[in-house]
């Protein structure tokens, strides 16, 4: 457990819940942030491969509209 989930953990002891109930509640919320994560990196691939369509898409357009025999 890092440091801001024994934090969180801290906090909600202090705001009177139960041991076992402030440790699920802390772990909820470090799974969550470990989602964020993920998340966040799945969509810097996402945006990575929009660009690069979009760069693709654009480059045959040009192509096909100069393209006057």
Not at 3 to 32: C, P, Y
Request: aromatic share 6%.
């Amino acid at each position: 457990m890092s440091s801001l989930d024994i934090d969180v953990l801290h906090a909600f002891k202090m705001l009177g819940v139960s041991d076992e109930e402030a440790e699920k509640a802390a772990m909820a919320l470090h799974k969550r942030d470990q989602d964020v994560v993920a998340l966040k990196a799945d969509m810097a691939i996402l945006k990575w491969m929009v660009g690069t369509n979009v760069a693709l898409t654009f480059i045959v357009l040009g192509r096909l509209f100069t393209m006057h025999g």
